[in-house]
């Protein structure tokens, strides 16, 4: 069959060459559609559902919001898991779907399940999924402040509250419209609203309570729409407008009668402007601002979506008042720029090396140059099977390829065909006829197509192994995989086909096969050096098994590290403050930060954000602010090398001398993947399940205390979840009975008062602001004056202290719930043990020594699992994959014998990549790690094309010596040629230090070293042992 | 090959190992020992229900500890000193009293044995942090000294202004006749003993005049000029000069208001001064009591009926040490005050007393003359926390 294709491409060469055009076509189609992001997404597949239930406490948000709702997500197909956290104000449900389900399908289920839950939920509250985003989502920030010394047009200072109006009615609008864009989540400032903040006293005297404000309000609130009257054949609609315009509106709303004057809302209550009880703050160099993160649509194109929102961002700054300054402080195009650029300055660079090297060995620039373009027609396919395979463009999966690798299989078809011209030329004494030339290239592609068929199929089948990586390492490397396995598929069908095709072509005139100085000088060392090595065969052969045993003992000696991570330029800070820290003071403390860092000379701009946004996407307490650092370009930096961890550090020793913080360092995009992935992070998580809180929190610190005790157990610690103070106004209700109350009056008072309550809606064009009942603000927060605060009854009065208790105790801060039931995490590490046998251990001490109460459980979890998992996986895996090279080897050959004298070949290849790494001084990684695969592919590809050719010349000339020699001198070209290029082409990554870099320099480095070793097996070692081997059995 | 993917694998171990190395630190220390030479002693602060014990031993076995031969000073911040006394217990020393919380302090240990005396020092800290005063002050903390000083708590009640029986009459015409001359209308002063109407009597035909029982205002007139009398009254008037403040006193409130206590009345706006006359149960059976309070008022602003709002001095006392409201944190769930020294801030217990809107009266804890910590002292909370400040999604 591959005889036929061979056959039938060089027949119809011309046909294949404008279906190349086509390729070509469809790549650049491909290519606008390719995403193209800085890091491979790893978020998982899930939905996040949001309810807010303003004034809502933990237990509240958990027993009527979170319970209904997962207990309604039971049984959706493809569940993975729910999780939730009930917190002040806000309950968060993320279901987590299978690996591979669509997003928008999980999404239609859900939605089907809210629907049904309206009746279930209390009255207001509305479930609401959060944004179709991953954890790359993020890819915009902007801020909004006062200039500086501005004022509003009335005189008065610019205040958040006026910043927020600005960004809700002008920026936010007109950014959810780019195209790409889900959400534009809104943080700081104030939400502004219309205060109506009554008097206690004057209500008394009044007779009134704050139900009667509040039905006032409503009831004298709206227009009314009174269809339409014929006039004298005109047609008038009819309307009444009664809406609350102003605040001396609202004032003159009549709320009663004293005797028979009306008594109006400013009668008994003080109406302004106020602020909303807000649950997350924004600061941006230590002064408060507000803040604006653009979200990218799951699947967009990242560095688009940002350019764009960009652009339409500084289109936006016309349109605002003079008064406000609008900046972006962080934008993903930046980054996805420099990464990209690394990633083409490597591949440009390694072509451009690729193709000179090709000119070198071959002598001939036609040749060359058909080389040279099977690297940007494969680049078009590949680009084409990433769109299709839904692969997007990052350091990842551009990261593993190297053009060498992809020319590989045509250099050594060109070679042959050259060589194969070359020789008929020189017979015939003159050019071929066409005929004769299409069958000497048909013959000379045949020839060696196999072995190089062959070699491109193991390189691929070693790449298999990566695919069976679940988890994050699996949405990390599965892309590199993919690309690599469609890059290498997609050169060996050029190589089958055009190649060929283009050799017919263009190779027509006479062919100048100058065997260049470099291939002739390699050749004179190599002949004698060959014929040296083969008087030693045992001696090389015990060498190279040395060579083998230090590497193994090297590899150990080396360090570990588990991705390389990338370098993203900007530095990212959880601040973290105690539990019950107040919003106002946490902002306070984080100025103070800002203040810090911004006087830092590296330090460009610093902001963050303090709690929650309005969409709660990233739900944090108060007590959490998340602090990104944007660094200034290392030209402006007083020592443009330092290294990022020196900064680093330098920072950490900064912020640390001030009080009440506790800092954990990232980078912004790591920082967003970890919230959202969010699972357990230590080595294993013991999680308690049941009813009662106490009960939990009681079982998981004996589970602590019974972990701790255990040999090798590190770090345990007990998920927080109490700790927030709490005032509790708990109703008395024998008293409450003799003032004629009923609970609900003392709870819709303390709740209205304190809260505040909704009464409609105050318009101003489009704008829309709440009108809200409250407390004025010296009372609210006073607990000794809501002690006397008169609760109406219907004799006169009453203080809130004589029918309810006031107390202030700490309460649960957070519940988490996993699968519909709550639970608190014991988590550990293990250190000087190894971990099958300490959870062993562990699960065997719990069993024995824990009493559970009846309906609590034990699970267990965290990176055991997987490690438990991906070591099964593997450890059948990687025999089944060896046993495939093997397999496809003796197909190759035919031969048992010599499909394991290419075998050997493996581990003595990957000495080279060790020798590299510790020479380097770089650890092992899973980036080395495939680079360490890719390595055994190339080896066994050219230990292929050296043996094929020894057996060939074997069979004509039955001399054993004599064709091991002849036949390796013949391979020593192709053989030189693929390694050169595969090693130069990943030169050019193995130096860069670009964003990015950090990435691929492991794994170019492994290749480079590992080339090295592999050449010198495939030229010395494998003809060596091919002729011990076979010289035994030639003696028999 | 095969060797690559047991190195991988290993790799996901080793990693996972490292990522996981932040942990918190242990809490500090309860015990302690000492060597000198070939003499050993442990301290140790033993927890029990009804305190902390500091224990002694010799770890060298033959020699036992004598109370006499160990001398334990324990110096707090702020200056305070503490010598502790031993007794025999088990095979070593125990303290005679109880070491108050925190456990936080410089022991100062002496130990002389027949021939030798040895000393060390111990110095053993809790609750406590230290925070640059540059940063101190950037961040806006600040101490005073406690001192003594007077604690005005005051209870807020509510009530209603009206006005006393005494100051409110009703004229009626002794005998029946018809009104020939009336002499006062609506809104009219009139003096105690004035001229309000004329009446000519049926009995006796005679005309009468009808005088004003007291001074006041007149706010009602019910006959006109060439009426009959009847039972109704001529008139009403009331002296409104002086308007009683009936404020409503809840039971919790009870302790707090007493008669003669000053009160400030706050109506309209205004505040007037004046005390609790007299507390009287309230008349239609409510729970509450009424405590009545005269309120002047010449200017006759204030009416009968208007709510007014008292403010009870309930208890004025003048405390050796006070402290403002705003330095109290809470800590373990036990207020606490932050004592300063140099860098140095230290969490103490204390027990608070009587409480204003502004200062608080402490009983224990913390004497007159240590310096504490007033504006944001919710930092050095979280600072001394803060270890335990984590990132909980």
Redo the contacts between chains.
């Keep these: 069959m591959i005889d036929n294709i061979v056959r039938l491409s060089v027949e119809r060469r011309y046909l294949l060459l404008t279906l190349v055009l086509v390729i070509i076509g469809i790549g650049t189609w491909s290519y606008q559609r390719l995403p193209i992001d800085a890091v491979p997404d790893i978020t998982n597949v899930q939905v996040q559902i949001n309810t807010e239930a303003p004034g809502y406490s933990p237990l509240e948000a958990e027993q009527r919001i979170t319970f209904p709702v997962e207990t309604a997500l039971y049984g959706l197909p493809k569940l993975s898991y729910t999780r939730s956290i009930s917190r002040y104000g806000l309950s968060q449900i993320t279901v987590v779907f299978e690996e591979g389900t669509d997003i928008y399908f999980a999404r239609n289920l859900i939605d089907e399940r809210l629907a049904t839950l309206k009746s279930v939920l209390p009255p207001g509250l509305e479930p609401e999924m959060g944004p179709i985003a991953t954890g790359l989502g993020e890819i915009f920030v902007y801020t909004l402040k006062a200039k500086h010394g501005a004022k509003m047009p009335d005189g008065s200072p610019v205040t958040p509250m006026a910043l927020r109006e600005a960004q809700d009615w002008i920026v936010k609008p007109q950014l959810a419209q780019v195209p790409g864009v889900v959400e534009v989540n809104t943080i700081g400032g104030f939400d502004k609203q219309y205060h109506v903040m009554p008097d206690p006293a004057k209500l008394l005297e009044m007779k009134l309570a704050i139900t009667d404000i509040r039905e006032a309000l409503v009831s004298n609130n709206d227009n009314a729409g009174a269809g339409y009257i014929e006039n004298n054949g005109e047609q008038l609609l009819v309307r009444s407008p009664g809406q609350l315009k102003t605040i001396a509106d609202i004032e003159n709303v009549v709320v009663g009668h004293k005797g028979s004057v009306p008594v109006l809302v400013k009668d008994v209550a003080e109406v302004g402007l106020g602020k909303e009880l807000r649950t997350g703050a924004a600061t941006r160099n230590g002064k408060e601002t507000v803040m604006g993160t653009v979200m990218m649509l799951v699947g967009e194109n990242s560095r688009e979506v940002a350019a764009l929102s960009n652009e339409k961002f500084q289109q936006i700054q016309a349109s605002l008042p003079d008064w406000i300054e609008a900046e972006a402080v962080y934008n993903r195009t930046s980054l996805v720029d420099k990464a990209i650029n690394t990633v083409q300055k490597n591949l440009l660079e390694g072509a451009l090396l690729v193709i000179v090297i090709l000119f070198l060995l071959l002598g001939n620039i036609r040749a060359a140059l058909i080389t040279a373009a099977v690297i940007p027609i494969a680049m078009m396919m590949t680009i084409t099977g990433m769109v299709q395979r839904g692969v997007s463009a990052n350091l990842m999966s551009l990261g593993a390829l190297d053009f060498g690798l992809i020319v590989d299989g045509a250099v050594i078809i060109v070679e042959n065909c050259i060589r194969r011209l070359c020789e008929a030329q020189k017979q015939q004494g003159g050019i071929l006829a066409l005929q004769a030339r299409l069958q000497e290239v048909k013959e000379a592609t045949i020839e060696v197509i196999r072995p190089s068929l062959f070699g491109v199929g193991i390189i691929t089948a070693v790449y298999l192994p990566i695919f069976t990586l679940s988890g994050v390492e699996g949405k990390m490397f599965h892309p590199m995989a993919t690309t690599v396995v469609i890059a290498l598929l997609c050169a060996m069908v050029l190589s089958l086909t055009v190649v060929p095709a283009a050799i017919a072509i263009f190779m027509g005139g006479k062919i100048s096969e100058k065997e260049s100085i470099i291939i002739r000088g390699a050749k004179a060392i190599y002949r004698p050096a060959l014929e040296l090595v083969l008087k030693f065969k045992l001696l090389i052969l015990a060498g190279a098994l040395g060579l083998v045993i230090l590497c193994t003992w090297l590899a150990s000696t080396l360090g570990s590290e588990f991705v390389p991570q990338l370098d993203e330029g900007d530095i990212a800070l959880h601040a973290l403050r105690i539990t019950g820290t107040g919003l106002e003071q946490s902002v306070e403390m984080q100025e103070l930060l800002e203040k810090t860092i911004i006087n830092i000379e590296e330090v460009d701009k610093v902001y963050a954000k303090v709690g929650t946004p309005e969409v709660a996407t990233d739900p944090m307490p108060p007590n959490v602010a998340d602090t990104f650092v944007m660094l200034k370009p290392r030209s402006e930096w007083p020592v443009p090398d330092k290294p990022k961890a020196q900064l680093v550090a330098e920072i950490e020793q900064a912020v640390t001398a001030l009080p009440g913080n506790n800092y954990e360092f990232t980078q912004p995009i790591q920082m967003r993947f970890n919230e959202l992935i969010s699972g357990v992070r230590a080595d294993v998580a013991i999680k308690v399940f049941g009813d009662d809180l106490d009960t939990l929190l009681a079982s998981a610190n004996v589970v602590a205390s019974l972990t701790q005790g255990l040999p090798g157990a590190a770090d345990t610690r007990v998920e927080q979840v109490a700790g927030l103070p709490m005032l509790s106004v708990i109703p008395k209700r024998k008293v409450m009975a003799r003032y004629g109350l009923n609970i609900d009056d003392i709870q819709s008072l303390v709740s209205t008062s304190i809260g505040g309550q909704q009464a409609g809606l105050i318009y101003e064009g489009d704008r829309r602001f709440k009108l809200v009942i409250r407390l004025p603000e010296q009372l609210r927060r006073d607990i000794q004056k809501l002690k006397v605060l008169p609760v109406a009854t219907p004799n006169g009065y009453v203080p809130l202290q004589e029918v309810a208790t006031l107390e202030v105790k700490p309460a649960p801060a957070q519940i988490s719930r996993e699968n519909g039931k709550r639970r608190v995490v014991v988590t550990t590490n293990v250190r000087g043990r190894d971990l099958g046998s300490f959870v062993a251990d562990l699960q065997a001490t719990l069993r024995a020594e824990l009493e559970l109460q009846d309906g609590y459980w034990l699970e267990y979890g965290g990176t055991f699992e997987q490690l438990e998992s991906a070591s099964k996986k593997l450890s059948w895996v990687v025999p089944v994959t060896l046993a495939l090279i093997v397999g496809i080897l003796i197909l190759a050959f035919g031969s048992v014998k010599d499909a394991l004298i290419i075998f050997t070949g493996v581990p003595l290849a990957l000495t080279g990549g060790v020798l590299a790494l510790w020479f380097r001084g770089m650890p092992l990684s899973i980036s080395a790690g495939v680079g360490f695969i890719a390595l055994s592919g190339v080896a066994v590809l050219n230990g292929l094309v050296m043996l094929a050719f020894i057996k060939q010349l074997w069979r004509e000339k039955s001399d054993l010596n004599s064709a091991v020699i002849e036949g390796a001198i013949v391979r020593l070209r192709p053989v030189l040629m693929t390694a050169l290029v595969a090693s130069l082409g990943f030169v050019p990554m193995a130096l860069n230090t670009g964003t990015g870099a950090e990435v691929q320099r492991p794994l170019a480095t492994v290749v480079i070293g590992g080339i090295i070793s592999s050449t010198l097996l495939t030229l010395f070692v494998l003809p060596t042992l091919y002729q011990l081997v076979h010289g035994k059995a030639n003696k028999q | 090959?095969?060797?690559?993917?047991v190195?991988?694998?290993?790799?996901?171990?080793?990693?996972?190992?490292?990522?996981?190395?932040?942990?918190?630190q242990p809490h500090g220390a309860e015990s302690k020992t000492f060597t000198n030479s070939n003499l050993t002693l442990t301290l140790r602060i033993q927890d029990t229900k009804q305190g902390a014990y500091l224990l002694a031993k010799r770890e060298d076995p033959p020699h036992t500890l004598l109370p006499d031969s160990l001398s334990v000073i324990l110096n707090r911040m702020g200056g305070n000193q503490e010598i502790i006394e031993f007794e025999p217990y088990e095979s070593g020393l125990r303290s005679k009293q109880f070491i108050a919380e925190p456990h936080s302090f410089v022991a100062t240990i002496a130990l002389s044995s027949k021939d030798d005396s040895f000393s060390w020092e111990w110095q053993k800290h809790e609750a406590r942090?230290e925070?640059?005063n540059a940063?101190?002050s950037?961040?806006?903390?600040t101490t005073t000294v406690a001192t003594g000083g007077e604690i005005k708590q005051h209870?807020?009640?509510?009530g209603q202004l009206t006005v006393p029986p005494q100051q409110r009459a009703e004229v009626h015409a002794r005998f029946a006749g018809i009104v020939e001359q009336l002499f006062a209308g609506i809104g009219q002063t009139v003096k105690a003993g004035e001229q309000m109407a004329r009446v000519q009597s049926n009995d006796s035909l005679q005309a009468y005049d009808v005088k004003a029982p007291i001074a006041g205002l007149v706010i009602s007139r019910n006959m006109n000029i060439g009426e009959l009398t009847s039972t109704l009254p001529l008139f009403a008037i009331v002296d409104t000069s002086v308007l009683w403040a009936q404020l409503?006193i809840?039971?919790?409130?009870r302790n707090q208001v007493a008669e003669g206590k000053s009160v400030h009345i706050i109506a309209n706006g205004r505040q007037l001064d004046s005390t609790i006359t007299s507390i009287i149960p309230s008349p239609d059976g409510?729970?509450?009591q009424l405590a009545l309070v005269k309120v002047m008022n010449k200017d006759g602003k204030l009416s009968p009926g208007?709510?007014v709002?008292g403010i009870v001095d309930s208890q004025q006392k003048t405390v050796p040490v006070k402290i403002e409201n705003r330095a109290i944190q809470?800590l373990n769930?036990k207020p606490v005050v932050f004592l300063n020294e140099g860098n140095a801030y230290q969490a103490t217990p204390v027990t608070l007393g009587l409480q204003d809107?502004n200062y608080s009266e402490v009983v224990a804890g913390l004497s007159a003359g240590q310096t504490y910590v007033v504006d944001n002292s919710?930092?050095?909370?979280?600072?001394i926390?803060?270890?335990?400040?984590?990132?909980?999604?």
Excluded at chain 2, 385 to 393: D, I
């Design positions: 090959m095969n060797k690559l993917f190195i991988i694998s290993l790799l996901l171990y080793l990693t996972d190992v490292y990522a996981a190395t932040a942990g918190k942090t925070i640059v940063y101190a950037q961040a806006g903390i209870t807020q009640v509510y409503m809840f039971p919790s409130q409510q729970p509450y208007d709510l709002t809470t769930n809107d919710f930092l050095i909370k979280a600072d926390q803060k270890s335990g400040a984590s990132h909980a999604h």
